[in-house]
């Protein structure tokens, strides 16, 4: 099934060319084409108000994505939640939540944040009420999709590694909405702006001033923590592994981030074995990893703390490898983003 679909995402990348590429391609503009006026109409009723949006009695901060595959938005929602719990207020944060284990990684990051998981993210706010819990101020995580719930700030984080891919709308492309829908945005997130050349930053900033000349624009990349054994929690430096033999494993939506951020700390990796994003492991998986690992002379075996967290018993008795913790951190434009977070909150400056 994940070679199927990793298939069909090479071929919506324009990176797979075949004897029968050209008729799926074909097949696969078709089916963009009435993705894209669903999407369209869907939006155009909410926001015209033939159907009505659902509001919560406080204040919503939406962040979301335009594509298919990582860009960094749940870090970004971390570090929101964050920021909030620094001024003593109390976040919720709405998430649909693909597995359980994620559930937990963001309560694990976020002590002192309430996390609610459902798909109908208004009836998850009105069952975290109806357990009397405190809340000042949710975050819509991928709320960018979610038309249903009205938000007071719409964010649109943006992979500065791949932004658009080729433009077009999924499964042609690994667009989830028109780019127009950026100009509906207040904020532009850029993540990992420091795995880019500056001109290529460059390049970027002058295509989102003009498809949302409203936005301000923020600047963030990922700063690794530490690393970590899955079985002891034991942390070590990473400055600690430079020029260490490693296999590494990851099925993010975007692996070349992983692998570039490895780099810049010149570990030499052996063999990475790449996944699509949320995929479940097998032990037969983990277990081929551990072979084709020690075969190559590997040191050690990391994964990043989203795939720890996903199936972390199965890894840890399986590999135990060491596991990479970082956290986003906004290199310009926080104030755009403190100011923000104080209008919302009521928060003197």
Do not use: C
Request: proline content about 4%; aromatic content about 8%; overall charge positive.
């Amino acid at each position: 099934m994940d070679s199927m679909k990793n298939y069909f995402r090479l071929l919506a990348e324009d990176k797979q060319n075949d004897p029968t590429s050209g008729v799926l391609l074909a097949l696969l503009s078709f089916a963009a084409w009435g993705y894209g006026y669903g999407v369209r109409t869907f939006r155009w009723l909410y926001e015209n108000k033939v159907l009505a949006r659902k509001r919560l009695p406080y204040p919503v901060i939406s962040v979301g994505n335009l594509t298919w595959g990582g860009t960094g938005k749940t870090p970004f929602v971390e570090y929101l939640a964050r920021k909030i719990g620094m001024h003593r207020r109390v976040p919720l944060v709405l998430t649909r939540g693909y597995s359980h284990d994620e559930a937990v990684e963001l309560q694990n990051h976020l002590p002192t944040a309430v996390i609610g998981v459902g798909k109908d993210r208004a009836k998850v706010a009105q069952r975290v009420k109806a357990e009397k819990r405190h809340v000042d101020i949710a975050i819509l995580d991928d709320g960018l999709q979610h038309q249903a719930l009205h938000r007071d700030v719409d964010i649109v984080v943006v992979n500065s590694l791949n932004p658009f891919g080729n433009g077009k709308l999924i499964p042609r492309g690994i667009l989830r909405e028109p780019l127009t829908v950026m100009k509906r945005a207040a904020i532009i997130v850029l993540t990992h702006v420091n795995l880019v050349s500056p001109e290529e930053l460059k390049k970027l900033k002058e295509k989102i001033a003009v498809l949302a000349p409203q936005a301000q624009m923020v600047e963030t990349m990922m700063e690794v923590l530490f690393l970590y054994r899955a079985k002891t929690k034991v942390r070590t430096s990473i400055e600690k592994m430079t020029g260490r033999r490693v296999a590494t494993f990851a099925a993010v939506g975007t692996p070349r981030s992983f692998q570039l951020v490895l780099q810049r700390f010149q570990l030499k990796t052996v063999r990475n074995f790449e996944f699509l994003d949320h995929h479940e492991y097998t032990k037969e998986e983990l277990l081929k990893i551990k072979e084709v690992a020690q075969s190559a002379g590997a040191e050690e075996i990391i994964t990043t703390e989203k795939d720890f967290y996903r199936s972390r018993e199965l890894i840890t008795e399986t590999l135990n490898p060491l596991v990479l913790a970082a956290r986003l951190r906004v290199v310009s434009g926080e104030e755009i983003l403190t100011d923000r977070l104080f209008r919302l909150l009521g928060v003197r400056n």
